[in-house]
Each structure stands twice: as structure tokens, then as C-alpha cells.
Antibody
């Protein structure tokens, strides 16, 4: 059974960089049948796709156009970890951040992490 | 891409049926059959309930069904049960490795 667990600081200061890690157990990043994503949910709002990474040897990334200039998603296969970096954060970036694995054939999020709340505040 | 449009809330009594709509555009929901639905109990991980518009993952009760007409997808829950009370989100493929979610619908079981 695949398990995903997000981790990182729960509090980030405005203008700083948010860094989160998603540790994956029970599965591999390299399967061509899946891809990986970061998704967030601001308090009281809906889900927002942040970006995706398809690891088929090279690690192609795709980002939400509204966040593209500030987002970096990467993978460390030796640690089975997916990472998210979001720079120049503001209060609007306060959210529960989820990592997920999507089925490539259907673009559905088959597995989700539990989510981690990140608050942007001084 | 703009978020898909869902009603903020729906409600129904135990045993009844409810339908949650998810309206997109001819560039997402209307163009592809990669629409999925998620059940989200606060504080827990979202759960995939429907994928490819109508398909149910193993273990999801057949009380949950999905459909699509034009730019609008729908999730129908029949025989409502108390444990169905949750937030429900839709999601659609937009382009390669890119998806968009709906704003979410809060289902209240009266």
C-alpha cells in the first residue's frame, strides 16, 4: 500500500521560501504509469493544483501558471522524496499542502498524503 | 486555468439522493473524460470516489455514480448515509500533467 507523508515547517515568514517534502513509501517514482503533484487548500477554500512532476528518467515538471514564477518541484529518488519550494510567500499562501500520486491514464489522484498546514505570518 | 464551479452546499435526508454538479468549459470538462471526484472529511486525506467520469475505484460503494453532459459533470449519491457527510471536489484534466479542481461542495446529511 502506497503511503505519502508531507513534512516541513508549519510557520513561514512573509517573503521567505516555503519548503516541503513528501516521503513516499511502498512505491516507486519511476513508474511511467503515474505522476506526482502538489495540491493545496487555503482555509475555507477549494483545492488548487500547484504543479506536477512526471518521472520517466528525467523528471519533467508542470506548474500552475499563477504560481509558475515562484514554484519548484523536484524529486530525490534515493530518498523517495518529492519536494516543493515556493518562494516569496505571502499570507495568501497559507494553506494545507498535499502531495499526491496521479494515474497517468486518467489524471485522477489515486493516493493523497494527510496534508500539512503551512501558515505564513510574521 | 479557472477553478471548476461547484455549488457551495447541498443537503439531503438519509436514504435520499443528491447530485453535485461541476461546471467547467469546453477546454476541460467538456473536452475530456478525465473527470474525477473526491470525498474529503476535514482533517483527513481526500479519497478518490470516481474517475474517468463514471468509474469507481475498488471499495467505493455503488451508491456513488458519475456522469457528464457537455461542460458539466455530476456526482450522484443515492441512499444517503450519515457517513457521506463531507466535502466533495471535482477535478478535470486540462493538458499534459495539468489538472484543475472545483471549489468544493459541502454535503450535509439532515
Amino acid at each position: 500500500q502506497l503511503q505519502l507523508q508531507e513534512s516541513g515547517p508549519g510557520l513561514v515568514k512573509p517573503s521567505e521560501t516555503l519548503s516541503l517534502t513528501c516521503t513516499v513509501s511502498g512505491g516507486s517514482f519511476s513508474s511511467s504509469s503515474y505522476y506526482w503533484a502538489w495540491i493545496r487548500q487555503p482555509p475555507g477554500k477549494g483545492l488548487e493544483w500547484i504543479g506536477s512532476l512526471y518521472y520517466s528518467g528525467s523528471g519533467s515538471t508542470y506548474y500552475n501558471a499563477s504560481l509558475k514564477s515562484r514554484v519548484t518541484i523536484s524529486v530525490d529518488t534515493s530518498k523517495s522524496q518529492l519536494s516543493l519550494r515556493l518562494s516569496s510567500v505571502t499570507a495568501a499562501d497559507t494553506a494545507v499542502y498535499y502531495c499526491g500520486r496521479l494515474i497517468k491514464a486518467s489524471d485522477a489522484v489515486e493516493y493523497w498524503g494527510q496534508g500539512t498546514l503551512v501558515t505564513v505570518s510574521s | 486555468q479557472s477553478a471548476l464551479t461547484q455549488p457551495r452546499s447541498v443537503s439531503g435526508s438519509p436514504g435520499q439522493s443528491v447530485t453535485i454538479s461541476c461546471t467547467g468549459t469546453s477546454s476541460d470538462v467538456g473536452a475530456y473524460n478525465h473527470v474525477s471526484w473526491y470525498q474529503h472529511h476535514p482533517g483527513k486525506a481526500p479519497k478518490l470516489m470516481i474517475y474517468d467520469v463514471t468509474k469507481r475505484p475498488s471499495g467505493v460503494p455503488d451508491r456513488f455514480s458519475g456522469s457528464k453532459s457537455g461542460n458539466t459533470a455530476s456526482l450522484t449519491i443515492s441512499g444517503l448515509q450519515a457517513e457521506d457527510e463531507a466535502d466533495y471536489f471535482c477535478c478535470s484534466y486540462v493538458s499534459s500533467f495539468t489538472v484543475v479542481f472545483g471549489g468544493g461542495t459541502k454535503l450535509t446529511v439532515l
